[in-house]
């Protein structure tokens, strides 16, 4: 039994910011909120992780919503409906803890509003009530408004920039929630994004004592636990986000040590861009 | 009767050098280090042997090949016969050829080793599979369909061995593999200047002509789990050869400084990503000029030796027993010598320094010296206080062994573990606590050897399909 990763759609929410569903019942089958895949575009590709942003059992699909930030992102995000993407492994790490917990507050900044969709709906249907604040730099970036308002008994939005709803980060938003409902009533906030912004969240919600769980990405190989190249300090012990994330109470991260830890490779992923990039000077890829 | 009544044959004592890379230049390049033997050179080889009646070489292979049938073959210049009579029990010879620890095996038992070299058994083992897999491999034949199926998760050694011998039998096998490509720790782990990763693919390949299926990218213990496999999916047995994937970290400060690597991960972004190949790879691996690969055995002589293919100008061996402890093999310890690796034996690292952007800038270690013998039967280092001196280093590498990745234990019920998480097994049958799992190689053993695996596949399949003949 061999399978086929075939993107079967594709939408693009903005020049940088791309939906697939992709074909991988074996992945689809199992997976649940919060898990994550690894996958390989070509024979000299790396191994990237993205967490699921939804999934299909019946049609044995996967989306993923992914940012270009990287030579493999950029690639990827050329690739169209009918392609097939080379490996697709999953489902890979520990789901979110959900049970009914009382009322969560669900965070979602810039690509990482994706993973958040499938927890807080799983948090709905185990009869919380989900608060949903999602953020982005600008309009442009902004996505699944519409998703989310679905499985958000109240919705939030928030750009940097002022571009759409209303100017201001998502910990403004979060503190005006904490502070129009009481922090007694919230029972735990999921906080997913850029690690600037999961980073601001759990010094928000530390200073006002609310449990936060976070989703870690970290540059891992493998996924399975076999490198460790994915560790970080959790309340001071060593853990891997592959195997024991990758969702840790945020108060517990070591924020330091994960930021260098995913800048260790920064030079060469920079010469990996330039070197995709054409060289004739017209600003095109290779 | 006594051996002295066969005709004497002349006695040889040398071994025929293995050719191999000057080490200077192979120091800096992925080719692989020993180069194999020409043909004349293997005969002449093979016709050291004395034929001696006990050929005790044969208790030493955990494959039970019948070495001294074989290296007749090859005095006789049948090549074609020879690869054959391997074959018949080893379904790796290219790869056992190459990384087999010989010396500690067959060759250790030979007759002609008592008093002179032992006769070069791997190196002949590899010069005929090198032989066939340039004509190219005949198929052997297969059994007729017996109907049952047999699932082996983890496609290194002793799942390549079971699946094999299964397939021969007549049963129809489906090798579950995590990683995109089959293989292994003999794609992840040991680099391309010892064993081709072309010759790897190679022998997949022919266990695919015996009709294996295998499906990478299929973690067993989260897509799905043994016991779906057996009720579910149609599976009769499933044989467990997951390994020893966890890397061990030593649990000191400064351990997930920028530049520390795990054996693991440094040598999956050389080998099986071919880091060495970047940017046309897209996997980086970064080295820096002054490497620490901590621990002494194979997997840090592999480590040690990439360390100065990947462009370090000093690569180290920080051990904390002394010289005659490594447990690396012999050859692996010279061939690290002559590409220039360091060694600063009886020290142990108790720190690793980073400077104020979390990179690594130096390694504080302690001095030992060997007292009693322990439960291993080697002499136990004790640190001697006062001792810590910290050396300048900029990349450092645990190579302090691994343990068995737990997905797979811990996702299967009744499957009875030892304290340290391996798999308890029968180690002549392989048979685990759950009746139809089996299990060998390093995720039973703890680390060990690429045919020791095999032997544990091989047993394995032995048991399996016993009891699928028992099975109605």
Known sequence: ?286 | MTENKKPKKEIIPVKNPMPAQDAQERARNFNEVALGYAEEIAVAEAKRCLDCKKQPCRQGCPVEVDIPAFLNLVAERDFDGAIKKIKEKNALPAVCGRVCPQESQCESYCTLGKKHDPVGVGRVERFCADWELQKGVITPSVEGSTGKNVAVIGSGPAGLTCAADLAKKGHKVTIFEALHVAGGVLMYGIPEFRLPKDVVQAEVENLKQLGVDIEVNSVVGKATTVDELLEEEGFDAVFIGTGAGLPYFMKIPGENACGVYSANEFLTRTNLMKGYKFPDWDTPIKIGSKVAVIGGGNVAMDAARTALRLGAAESWIIYRRSKEELPARAEEVEHAEEEGVKFDLLRSPVEIIADDNGWVTGLKCIKYELGEPDDSGRRRPVAIKGSEYTMDMDTVVIAIGQGPNPLVPRTTKGLELNKKGNITADLETGATSKPGVYAGGDVVTGAATVILAMGAGRKAANAIHEYLGSKK
Request: with cysteine; proline share 4%.
């Open chain 1, 1 to 286: 039994m061999f399978f086929m990763f075939k993107i079967l759609q594709k939408r693009v929410f903005s020049p940088i910011i791309k939906e697939f569903v992709v074909e991988a019942p074996r992945v689809a089958k199992k997976c649940e909120p919060g898990q994550f895949v690894i996958l390989r575009i070509h024979e000299e590709g790396e191994r990237i992780p993205l967490t699921i942003a939804d999934f299909d059992r019946e049609k044995g699909t996967i989306t993923i919503v992914f940012q270009e930030v990287g030579k493999t992102t950029m690639q990827l995000g050329a690739m169209e409906a009918g392609d097939y993407i080379k490996d697709f492994v999953g489902p890979l790490g520990e789901p979110s803890h959900i049970e009914n917990f009382g009322t969560v507050v669900c965070v979602g900044g810039g690509v990482g509003i994706a993973p958040v969709h499938p927890i807080a709906r799983a948090l709905k249907e185990a009869g919380n009530e989900v608060i949903g604040i999602i953020g982005s730099r600008n309009k442009e970036l902004l996505f699944w408004e519409d998703k989310m308002r679905e499985v958000c008994s109240e919705l939030y939005v928030t750009t940097d920039d002022g571009s759409y709803v209303r100017q201001g980060f998502v910990t403004d938003v979060l503190k005006e929630i904490v502070a129009d409902r009481g922090k007694e009533n919230i029972a735990l906030v999921l906080a997913i994004g850029p690690q600037p912004m999961m980073k601001a969240t759990c010094g928000t919600t530390k200073e006002l004592g609310l449990k936060t769980v976070v989703s870690l990405n970290s540059v891992m190989v493998d996924g399975t636990g076999m490198c460790g190249c994915c560790r970080v300090s959790i309340g001071g012990e060593t853990k891997f986000v592959c195997v024991d994330g990758p969702e840790f109470d945020g108060h517990d991260v070591d924020w330091a040590e994960l930021t260098r830890r995913g800048s260790i490779f920064k030079q060469e992923e920079q010469r990996a861009i330039e070197n995709h990039k054409c060289q004739c000077g017209c600003g095109g890829d290779k």
